[in-house]
Nanobody, 115 residues
């Protein structure tokens, strides 16, 4: 059974940073690209970033480019998302998923950016 468990969220002020983690199990992690998606209150799910199975290719939504960094550790079966220069509009629940649409995502971790 595929399991994805996100952690690392919290409440920060604008300009702050957080590092999100997603621990994966139940599948051959090193063979799959991984994605982060997010959902702001009252809004639809939004793709944020993706990384290839070997970690060499990374893509970002325009809204986070230059501020967020995705990475992975194929030994620890973990994908990360470093959030920097956070803005209030980054507030939301962040999920990891094998699918860029967010299908079969984990339970999510809450990020709140507020002064």
């Amino acid at each position: 059974e595929v399991q994805l468990v996100e952690s690392g969220g919290g409440s920060v002020q604008p300009g702050g940073s957080l590092r999100l983690s997603c621990d994966a199990s139940g599948f051959s992690f090193k063979n799959y690209a991984m994605n982060w998606v997010r959902q702001a209150p009252g809004k639809e799910l939004e793709w944020v970033s993706g990384i290839s199975s070997d970690g060499t290719m990374k893509n970002y939504a325009d809204s986070v480019k230059g501020r967020f960094t995705i990475s992975r550790d194929n030994v620890k079966n973990t994908v990360y998302l470093q959030l920097s220069s956070l803005k209030t509009e980054d507030t939301g629940t962040y999920y990891c998923s094998r699918d860029p649409t967010g299908r079969n995502r984990g339970q999510g971790t809450q990020v709140t950016v507020s002064s």
